[in-house]
Structures are given as structure tokens and as C-alpha cells.
């Protein structure tokens, strides 16, 4: 069965650095989305991306935050200046067509900053 | 008015009994919703899309009331597999997540 694929499963950092979380999302799905989930907190929007741009971006995905589909398969989120606050669980998620086709999600990366 | 709003729970019930429980949304336009799982530190998993009046997958049942705004889930002769985070989501342009209602299946 196909499925979307997170890299690294966890990753600590210190405070400042610059983080780079990659997903590979199913193969024939358009678009794709990521997600955060801090512990014990819901799941939140970060963004969506579709035809190689953002389609929509929450409050929370602000200038720190940037997205790229660099090679036509892998889709990264990339934090540039970490924060305590940044430590969390990061869901990249896939869906075929954006009516009403599940969204199927990766096993998460979970990223620690100290 | 949240997004989406879920009773947090928990709900603790024995094996064998229904539960069933509620989520609410703010945006009258939306069209599809989703009941999707999760267990603790793992991804969510979809149970069960509700597109029109209601769903309906072996021990589990979902219907939405539109004009109430809600849609509810019900699990019949739960099972200790069942004890997850139980998460609503809305099917707008960013798929909206409640923030979960737990249960607790006891032997």
C-alpha cells in the first residue's frame, strides 16, 4: 500500500539552528500539506502546497517557515531559526484531489530544540 | 466560535458498550468531513468520510446534521482496540482538525 514517508522520525537541535524536515508524499497525489501537533495539543495547519506554490499557509507558518518541492518527489518543510516553542510533532500529509479524497499522513518527525 | 470543536472527553466506557459523541463546526459551507483515529504519538489514520447524511462502517456510525452544524460518531460493542483519539475534521481548503475526544475502552 502506498504511503507518505517522513525523514528523520526525531530530530533534536539547538535553539538558532536551521532545521530541514523531508517528506515523500504518494506518488500520484497533487497535493500536500504539513501539519504540526505540539504535545498534548491538536493537530494545526501549517501549510498547503500544490502546482509547486503554496496554496494556503496558517498564522503560525510565518517568515521561519518555508516549503519546496525540490526534485518532483521529496517535499520539505525547512524551520531557519529554530525556537523552543518550534518542538513538536510536524505531520506531512497527501491527498489526491482536494474535494474530498482522504489525507493520508506520513509517521511524523518529531523535532526537539533545546 | 471555534473552527471546529470536539468534547474532549475522556470517555471511559467497558467493552461491549456504545459511546457516542459530538463535533461542531462554524463553517456552514462545508461539504465533507472526516472521522479520523489516533493513537498516542502516532500519526492520524481515517476511519470513516461522511459526505452526505451519514456513514456507516461495520461498529461505527457517523451522521451530520447540517442544519445544527455537527456531525457525531458512534462506536456499537466497543472493543479495548478502540481506546484512541478520536479527531473531526472539517473539509475545508486546510482540512480543519478538532482538537480530539479520547476513549477509554476497560476490560
Known amino acids: 500500500e502506498p504511503e507518505v514517508t517522513q525523514t528523520p522520525s526525531h530530530q533534536v537541535t539547538q535553539m538558532g539552528q536551521e532545521v530541514i524536515l523531508r517528506c515523500v508524499p504518494i506518488s500520484n497525489h497533487l497535493y500536500f500539506y504539513w501539519y504540526r501537533q505540539i504535545l498534548g495539543q491538536k493537530v494545526e495547519f501549517l501549510v498547503s502546497?500544490?502546482?509547486?506554490?503554496?496554496?494556503?499557509k496558517s498564522e503560525i507558518f510565518d517568515d521561519q517557515f518555508s516549503v519546496e518541492r525540490p526534485d518532483g518527489s521529496n517535499f520539505t518543510l525547512k524551520i531557519r531559526s529554530t525556537k523552543l516553542e518550534d518542538s513538536a510533532m510536524y505531520f506531512c500529509a497527501s491527498r489526491k484531489d482536494r474535494g474530498g479524497g482522504e489525507l493520508f499522513f506520513g509517521e511524523g518527525s518529531r523535532l526537539t530544540v533545546l | 466560535r471555534k473552527e471546529v470543536e470536539q468534547d474532549p472527553g475522556p470517555f471511559n466506557v467497558p467493552e461491549g458498550a456504545t459511546v457516542a459523541f459530538n463535533c461542531t463546526y462554524s463553517n456552514s459551507a462545508s461539504q465533507s468531513f472526516f472521522w479520523y483515529r489516533q493513537d498516542c504519538r502516532k500519526e492520524p489514520k481515517l476511519l470513516m468520510s461522511v459526505y452526505s447524511s451519514g456513514n456507516e462502517d461495520g461498529r461505527f456510525t457517523a451522521q451530520l446534521n447540517r442544519a445544527s452544524q455537527y456531525i457525531s460518531l458512534l462506536i456499537r460493542d466497543s472493543k479495548l482496540s478502540d481506546s484512541a483519539t478520536y479527531l473531526c475534521?472539517?473539509?475545508?481548503?486546510?482540512?480543519?482538525f478538532g482538537a480530539g475526544t479520547t476513549v477509554t475502552v476497560r476490560a
Open positions: 475534521v472539517v473539509n475545508d481548503y486546510k482540512l480543519s
Open positions: 502546497f500544490y502546482n509547486n506554490e503554496i496554496s494556503e
